[in-house]
């Protein structure tokens, strides 16, 4: 099945810095999302993007769907901005089930 | 207010017995999903369905059932066959396949 890679693993900003995170992904994708996980446990959706870019607020995000990789950017970043964000893919072969990269931790220090 | 409901929040439960955790949406969502995820993972797909009286395995079924009477509710019972059940358990809609899936707050279950 389709595999989906997240990096960094964990990141530690000061609070103000921006930040990219990327997804690899190898296969061909019909859906690809990007998910905040707050400390509670929420997933938040942030960015439903098979291709292209889209923004909204501070958070931007662009996959480059031929070359199998999506960006998340964070600008200006908070405190709130921790947590843990997830990549996740639905493969164009057929699979109805959306496949979760493992995450990277964000830690945005005051 | 439109969303996803997930009942109860923290789960207690002694080895051996079955316990259902609830979830219900108000979306008019045709499709539903379970997901467990366990400390520093991603999710995990347990069963989906994509209307009502139809549901299908995931990636890790075993241990668990899930029914599908009402579009609204897709409630999921984690059996005693379920070797390591202690997880956070989250459930999920959508307006169709490939459509954005919607997350509940979760249940955090513990065996004890």
Known sequence: GIQVEQSPPDLILQEGANSTLRCNFSDSVNNLQWFHQNPWGQLINLFYIPSGTKQNGRLSATTVATERYSLLYISSSQTTDSGVYFCAVLSQGGSEKLVFGKGTKLTVNP | ?112
């Open chain 2, 1 to 112: 207010d439109g969303g996803i409901t997930q009942s109860p929040k923290y789960l207690f439960r002694k080895e051996g017995q079955n316990v259902t955790l609830s979830c219900e949406q108000n979306l008019n969502h045709d499709a539903m999903y379970w997901y467990r995820q366990d400390p520093g993972q991603g999710l995990r797909l347990i069963y989906y369905s994509q209307i009502v009286n139809d549901f299908q395995k995931g990636d890790i079924a075993e241990g668990y059932s899930v029914s599908r009477e009402k579009k609204e509710s897709f409630p999921l019972t984690v059996t005693s066959a379920q070797k390591n059940p202690t997880a956070f358990y989250l459930c999920a809609s959508s307006g169709g396949q490939g459509d954005t899936q919607y997350f509940g707050p979760g249940t955090r279950l513990t065996v004890l």
